[in-house]
């Protein structure tokens, strides 16, 4: 089973990107995806999740507004939608499954995950 994410790239502040996630491999029935975040040295940071049953959504407070979790009609993708890009959105950003349908953004919760795809934000 893998994850695979793809879209990232470099951006101009202000700007958007769309990252996909294929989860087409997983074959849960009820099981959370999320995306995290890493810029060297610091912690990888859990910034949106999304329920696979009812596509319920969490996002943590730094992306809140700005970012946009879903699925695609056939759940075997799942997006996030970057609008308004900072400098300081600059990360590796991983999706994640979650064995258990929770909205959590801890990613000591989450066992399977992506290889990354990198985000810049630079003028």
């Known amino acids: 089973v893998q994850l695979v994410e793809s879209g990232g790239g470099l951006v101009q502040p202000g700007g958007s990107l769309r990252l996909s996630c294929d989860v087409s491999g997983f074959s849960f029935d009820d099981y959370a995806i999320a995306w995290f975040r890493q810029v060297p040295e610091k912690e990888r940071e859990g910034i949106a999740v999304?329920?696979?049953?009812?596509?319920?959504?969490e996002y943590a407070d730094s992306v809140k507004g700005r970012f946009t979790i879903s699925f695609d009609d056939t759940k075997t993708t799942v997006y996030l939608q970057l609008n308004s890009l900072k400098p300081e959105d600059t990360a590796v950003y991983y999706c994640a499954a979650d064995y258990a349908d929770l909205l959590r953004l801890n990613q000591t919760d989450y066992g399977l995950w992506g290889q990354g795809t990198q985000v810049t934000v630079s003028p």
């Open positions: 999304i329920s696979s049953s009812d596509s319920t959504t």
